[in-house]
T-cell receptor, first 111, second 114 residues
C-alpha cells in the first residue's frame, strides 16, 4: 500500500469546516483513498473513499487532486462530536486482507 | 441499519483462563476480519474469513489463538491459556466481498488479563 502523510494534529472551531489533508505521492493507479476516524474507546468508523473523482456522503466530502498525489477530507460543519483521530489510507483492491492505519491526524473541535 | 456487534464489550479474566469473543457482522457481509489494538497502538491483523474459502490465519500470534465462523455469519475468537500480553482491544470488522469495499468495525472487546 502507498504511504500516506498527515499532520499529527489540527484544531477547528465548532460550526466551521474542518479540512484534513493527506499526501500520498506514491499512489498507484488502482489504489483507492479511504478515510476512517476513531473516537476514544470506539472502533474505527468508516467515513468515505474514492478513486479519482470527488466524493460526498452524509458525513463528509473527499477531494482528490487531479494527479491523485494528495486528498482532503472535508467535514462541512464540525461539531464537538467530530473530535477524533482521522486516518487516511491508500489501498489497492488486491492489497490483501489487512487494513493498516498510520499515525493519523488528531482533530480537536473547540467551542 | 445494524452495524457490527461485538460481545462482551469488556472482559476481565485471570491469567491462564480461556476466553471467547463474539462478533456479529453486518448482514450480507461475506468478509469478516479480526484485529487487535493495544493501548495507543495501531491495528494488528489477526485473521480473515471470506465466504467458504479457507481463512487467512497469517496474523494469529500463537497457537493459543483460534477463530471460527459458523454459517458464514457469526464469528468467535478464542484465546486459550491467556497471558498478560494478550490484554488489548479486540476489533471485528466486516465488508462486502473484497475489492474496494470498505471494512466496517465494531466497538471491540476490551480484554484485560490479570
Amino acid at each position: 500500500d502507498a504511504k500516506t502523510t498527515q499532520p499529527p494534529s489540527m484544531d477547528c472551531a465548532e460550526g466551521r469546516a474542518a479540512n484534513l489533508p493527506c499526501n500520498h505521492s506514491t499512489i498507484s493507479g488502482n489504489e483507492y483513498v479511504y478515510w476512517y476516524r476513531q473516537i476514544h474507546s470506539q472502533g474505527p468508523q468508516y467515513i468515505i473513499h474514492g478513486l479519482k473523482n470527488n466524493e460526498t456522503n452524509e458525513m463528509a466530502s473527499l477531494i482528490i487532486t487531479e494527479d491523485r498525489k494528495s486528498s482532503t477530507l472535508i467535514l462541512p460543519h464540525a461539531t464537538l462530536r467530530d473530535t477524533a483521530v482521522y486516518y487516511c489510507i491508500v489501498r489497492g483492491i488486491n492489497a490483501g486482507n489487512m487494513l493498516t492505519f498510520g499515525g493519523g491526524t488528531r482533530l480537536m473541535v473547540k467551542p | 441499519g445494524a452495524g457490527v456487534s461485538q460481545s462482551p464489550s469488556n472482559k476481565v479474566t485471570e491469567k491462564g483462563k480461556d476466553v471467547e469473543l463474539r462478533c456479529d457482522p453486518i448482514s450480507g457481509h461475506t468478509a469478516l476480519y479480526w484485529y487487535r489494538q493495544s493501548l495507543g497502538q495501531g491495528l494488528e491483523f489477526l485473521i480473515y474469513f471470506q465466504g467458504n474459502s479457507a481463512p487467512d490465519k497469517s496474523g494469529l500470534p500463537s497457537d493459543r489463538f483460534s477463530a471460527e465462523r459458523t454459517g458464514g455469519s457469526v464469528s468467535t475468537l478464542t484465546i486459550q491459556r491467556t497471558q498478560q500480553e494478550d490484554s488489548a482491544v479486540y476489533l471485528c470488522a466486516s465488508s462486502l466481498e473484497r475489492g474496494n469495499q470498505p471494512q466496517h468495525f465494531g466497538d471491540g472487546t476490551r480484554l484485560s488479563i490479570l
